[in-house]
T-cell receptor, first 112, second 116 residues
Framework: NAGVTQTPKFQVLKTGQSMTLQCAQD?????MSWYRQDPGMGLRLIHY???????DQGEVPNGYNVSRSTTEDFPLRLLSAAPSQTSVYFC???????????FGPGTRLLVL | AQSVTQLGSHVSVSEGALVLLRCNYS??????LFWYVQYPNQGLQLLLK??????LVKGINGFEAEFKKSETSFHLTKPSAHMSDAAEYFC??????????????FGQGTTLQVKP
């Protein structure tokens, strides 16, 4: 199993550009989530999904969209990038809600 | 709302010394509690998890944590630090067992430095 994979590993954007961060898991996990990590703030939940076709907002959802058309994939879309979205983004998945979450290697995003 | 506080953003110990990383949570009901470790430029890896089965939880790499309800604490310990333990450690709590959202609330993180 590859586990949780994320692409790209690193991305530079200009303010106003849009992009999609990809996340996939091959463990047949129902629960998937996106976090952002900023220095001194730990990880904060952006969006999550409890199964295909079901998504909900986390703690810091503004400026981000998600969809879950398949069990395996959970892409995160930045609609119009802002410098405040410079961060490291982690995708995570678990077999079901409340179970141990497994994290991907992260995507480093720099918005100029 | 749930919150997690990790006391000390940076902890430095000598190789072979005791490691103690502190975590306090706020919760009105017994939560699920986690410790994750993050090595440089990597994702988070689960060290251990408390789910109310036992108050002393043993994890990987010789780490363990004790759940103390009276102190709302879940401190992480290791008897003897190794150079490879140098990393950032995160304490996390499940947002609310009853809401079943799976959300994790993370502390700010503690960077562990191990000196030779």
């Amino acid at each position: 199993n590859a586990g949780v994979t994320q692409t790209p590993k690193f991305q530079v954007l200009k303010t106003g550009q849009s992009m999609t961060l990809q996340c996939a898991q091959d463990m047949n996990h129902e629960y998937m989530s996106w976090y952002r990590q900023d220095p001194g703030m730990g990880l904060r939940l952006i969006h999550y999904s409890v199964g295909a076709g079901i998504t909900d907002q986390g703690e810091v959802p503004n400026g981000y969209n998600v969809s879950r058309s398949t069990t395996e994939d959970f892409p995160l879309r930045l609609l119009s990038a802002a410098p405040s979205q410079t961060s490291v983004y982690f995708c995570a998945s678990s077999y079901e809600v409340g179970e141990t979450q497994y994290f991907g290697p992260g995507t480093r995003l720099l918005v100029l | 709302a749930q919150s997690v506080t990790q006391l000390g953003s940076h902890v430095s110990v000598s190789e072979g010394a005791l490691v103690l990383l502190r975590c306090n949570y706020s919760s009105s009901v017994p939560p699920y509690l986690f410790w994750y470790v993050q090595y440089p430029n990597q994702g988070l890896q689960l060290l251990l998890k408390y789910t109310s089965a036992a108050t002393l939880v043993k994890g990987i790499n010789g780490f363990e944590a004790e759940f103390k309800k009276s102190e709302t604490s879940f401190h992480l310990t290791k008897p003897s630090a190794h150079m490879s333990d140098a990393a950032e450690y995160f304490c996390a709590v499940s947002d609310d067992n009853s809401s079943n959202t799976g959300k994790l609330i993370f502390g700010q993180g503690t960077t562990l430095q191990v000196k030779p």
